[in-house]
């Protein structure tokens, strides 16, 4: 018998959700490309894209962090 306790399980993985991460910075990265590069609408999507690549998350409902990330 022995005394030691069972360890901790953490799956390996960039962190968590950095897999829906990379889908959801793809899907804005093409939403971008959809629109001409003097539409205003590409920039809120680029923006949006570099928020994701560095690290930022879009789970928050603060008016204030959605208006930095969208460049307002």
């Known amino acids: 018998m022995s005394n030691q306790r069972a360890g901790k399980f ?3 993985s960039m962190r968590d959700g950095g ?3 990379m ?4 899907f804005f990265r ?3 490309n959809l629109f001409d590069e003097e539409d205003e609408t ?3 999507f680029e923006q949006i894209v570099e928020h994701i690549s560095d690290g930022g998350s879009l789970t928050t409902d603060n008016p204030v962090a959605i208006r930095r990330i969208l460049g307002l």
């Open 23 to 26: 889908k959801l910075r793809a």
């Open 42 to 44: 590409r920039f809120y």
């Open 19 to 21: 897999l829906n991460d």
């Open 30 to 32: 093409t939403a971008a």
């Open 10 to 12: 953490k799956p390996a």
